[in-house]
């Protein structure tokens, strides 16, 4: 009778055990449908693809001035370089002219 009993028992906790996997299946597959279709309202949300076009563009922008800032930057070095140099070579020029006298 005890053997039954246990039997019974493990035919019902199998029954809930198939019962409840089937549910939780049934509610994670639920909740990957409902998370698809937010992903497509997002990716097609006309506020956000203009925002995306925005970030875009700016990202564009800071790029360019960086490129030109740099490269103002490189010019500005080269006429510093060429100052000193001339500079350096009036000095040289100098201290010659100051030993042959």
């Known amino acids: 009778m005890r053997v039954l009993a246990v039997a019974l028992a493990c035919l019902a906790i199998t029954a809930c055990s198939k019962s409840t996997t089937a549910d939780l299946s049934h509610d994670v597959k639920d909740a990957g449908h409902e998370l698809k279709a937010e992903a497509v309202k997002v990716k097609t949300d006309p506020d956000i693809r203009r925002a995306d076009a925005d970030a875009k563009k700016v990202g564009h922008d800071i790029a360019v001035s960086v490129r030109e800032a740099a490269a103002d930057a490189k010019v500005e070095a080269d006429k510093a ?6 500079a350096a070579d009036g000095v040289k ?6 030993t042959t006298s």
Do not use: L, M, Q, T
Request: charged share 50%; glycine share 8%; aromatic share 0%.
């Open 93 to 98: 020029h100098d201290a010659h002219d100051d």
């Open 81 to 86: 370089g060429d100052k000193a140099k001339h």
